[in-house]
Each structure stands twice: as structure tokens, then as C-alpha cells.
């Protein structure tokens, strides 16, 4: 659900069509269900092809459709549908928490922030004359979080939880203005367990 928030608050705009080729048919029944939960401006971009390139050229131009559908388009892939070949994962594909901070050789410092079902915090970082920031944080609930500056998003509002994998990234600051890390637990019922580190490169 987290991820499906952050589509609609974030990229909903940005997209004009999704076309889906070759659907199941149990997903032309169920899209029927989701259509009326979705807003028409949102679920109107969707299309279905069963039938191309007659179906897929309404939105696409030949040049822009694979030769796997029937179009004319030219692309370095491995198959005719512009995919690659599935490969198996492998450890080595697996990203190592705290790569980045490695990666310029800092010491990873986190603390431990608790938040109160239906609470929010805010903490409050000095860049000190620094132009980057570098943060790792992880949620055992899921949580809102964003940094911000002079009341400027850094980051979108992320509807997130982390059990697994911390969401980690380097940002450049636009002025040495102090940075806050906002969370708020949407949880009615239940805390959440922050941990964040930041250092500025």
C-alpha cells in the first residue's frame, strides 16, 4: 500500500498511459473492481491490448513499439520485446546496507528515535558549511518521512517500512540552513521504531 501511495502522491502526473500487453484475463475482471476505487484521472490511463499493434498504435507510434507486438522499433535488447533475458539473482546482486557510507569512508553513528502511535518528530541536523548529506534510516513500522530545509522538501514524503533494507542516498544541500528529519506514525495503534544516521560530506 506504502508503494501505491507514493505513485499516486508523486508520479501520477507525470504518467500519460500504461498499457498492458497480453493481460490475464483475471485482470480485466479485477480491474473492473479497482476502477471504482481509483480516481478517474488515474485509472482512465490504463489500457488493455490483446490485439497490436492495432490496439497499442491509439497511443504509440509503430517506431515506438516493439517488432514482438508488430512495430517497427529498433532497440538493443536480447529479446523482440525490448526485454532482457531473466537471469537468476545472485548474492552479488543484493545491495550491502551501508554501502555509501563506505563508500566515503565514514563511520556509521545512528541513534534511536521511538514514535508514539499517531505522534510525530523532528530532528534537527547541522550541515556546517557542508554541501552534502549523506542518511541511512530504517522503520520497523511504517512511518511518513522526509527531510526538510527552510521549509523546502529534500526528499518526497515517503509512506515507508523498512524491515529488511535501510533506505540510504546522499543529497546535495541547497544552503547551510539546518536539516530536519520529519516522521509521523500513521498508526493509530501501534509505535514505531526509528533508527536514523546522517553525517554531511
Request: charged share 25%; hydrophobic share 45%; aromatic share 12%.
Amino acid at each position: 500500500m506504502a508503494r501505491v501511495n507514493i505513485w499516486l502522491d508523486y508520479y501520477a502526473e507525470l504518467l500519460k498511459h500504461v498499457i498492458v500487453v497480453n493481460p490475464p484475463t483475471f485482470l480485466a475482471l479485477a480491474w473492473k473492481v479497482i476502477s471504482f476505487l481509483l480516481p478517474a484521472k488515474v485509472h482512465n490511463r490504463f489500457h488493455f491490448a490483446t490485439r497490436y499493434p492495432d490496439q497499442i498504435a491509439i497511443y504509440l507510434s509503430m517506431e515506438a513499439i516493439p517488432p514482438a507486438f508488430s512495430g517497427t522499433c529498433k532497440m538493443q535488447s536480447e529479446l523482440d520485446n525490448g526485454c532482457f533475458k531473466s537471469a537468476k539473482i545472485t548474492e552479488d546482486d543484493f545491495v550491502e546496507d551501508g554501502s555509501l557510507w563506505k563508500a566515503n569512508g565514514i563511520d556509521l553513528a545512528p541513534e534511536i528515535r521511538s514514535v508514539k502511535a499517531g505522534d510525530e518528530i523532528s530532528i534537527e541536523f547541522h550541515p556546517e558549511n557542508k554541501q552534502k548529506m549523506i542518511y541511512q534510516f530504517t522503520s520497523n513500522a511504517e512511518v511518513q518521512v522526509w527531510f526538510q530545509q527552510d521549509d523546502i522538501d529534500l526528499t518526497p514524503r515517503f509512506k515507508i517500512m523498512t524491515p529488511k533494507l535501510a533506505e540510504e542516498e546522499i543529497l546535495v544541500l541547497p544552503s547551510d540552513s539546518p536539516v530536519l528529519f520529519r516522521v509521523c506514525n500513521r498508526s493509530k495503534i501501534f509505535a514505531a521504531k526509528v533508527t536514523i544516521a546522517v553525517a554531511f560530506l
